[in-house]
């Protein structure tokens, strides 16, 4: 056999070979395309006022810690994200701060400890906690067992007993909603607007005091959002 011919030989061999290589890449790359499954998005709905979640965001005796609390979720929530925004500052400077959790529902209720702050723990815990904290943004997504959200948003007051006696009350500027009131006692207070389109005051303590005027005294509850039809 001439040199001539296993050249031509070799030289078909190895476009076979790298037809083939090519052939069998693209296939697999098709059928791992294929493969892939898009993820839905999730679909907005709106949970009827009566059975709406209760929250609670209660300060501790410090001020330094909230614990978030949310009872009576409905049965068909499988899933719910939280997240805390509020402003601190730090030499002077204002800092805005978060944080949040994302948490699998597997009763009627839950509770959460928000510490406003840094904790360092080997053998005991070191904390740094943030300080001028007079507020902040409360978000809460309740997530259905079909991938349906429900939202729920509040700004929240945080403040003392100090702060009452110097501005007559409490303020929730953004709802416009004020307290004339006075407390009875040294503890810390948050103001917000719940789920059910209530306003709630938690204290750290026994919360007494005397209330001698509610701006506005009626409320009108928000329109509804209409649950999304796409599938």
């Known amino acids: 056999m001439s040199n001539n011919k296993i050249k031509y030989i070799l030289i078909s061999l190895v476009l076979v070979s790298l037809f083939l290589l090519l052939f069998f890449s693209f296939r697999r790359k098709k059928e791992t395309t294929n493969d892939i499954t898009p ?18 965001l209660i300060p501790r005796t410090d001020g330094h810690e909230l614990k978030l609390k949310i009872e009576k979720i409905p049965e ?13 500052t730090d030499n002077d400077l204002e800092i805005e701060k978060g944080l949040g959790d994302t948490i699998q529902v597997d009763s009627d209720s839950l ?3 928000l510490l406003l702050g840094t904790a360092s723990c080997t053998n ?13 943004t409360l978000s809460i ?3 259905t067992k079909n991938s349906q959200v429900a939202t729920y948003q509040t700004a929240f007051l945080l403040t003392d007993t100090t702060a009452i006696k110097q501005n007559s009350g409490l303020s929730l500027e953004p709802e416009n909603f004020n307290i004339t009131a ?14 059910n389109e209530n306003f709630s005051v938690f204290s750290s303590d026994s919360g007494k005091g ?13 329109k509804k ?7």
């Open 210 to 222: 005397k209330i001698s005027k509610i701006e506005p005294s009626k409320i009108t509850p928000r």
């Open 141 to 143: 997504l309740f997530i």
């Open 39 to 56: 993820t839905p998005t999730p679909r907005m709905t709106e949970i009827e006022l009566e059975n709406r979640p209760y929250i609670s």
């Open 111 to 113: 509770e959460r400890d």
């Open 225 to 231: 959002i209409q649950p999304s039809t796409k599938k």
């Open 182 to 195: 006075t407390a009875n006692t040294n503890e810390y207070f948050i103001l917000l607007k719940n789920y």
């Open 76 to 88: 068909n929530i499988g899933e719910i994200e939280y997240e805390l925004i509020y402003s601190a």
């Open 124 to 136: 005991s815990c070191k904390y740094k906690y943030d300080e001028g904290i007079t507020g902040g």
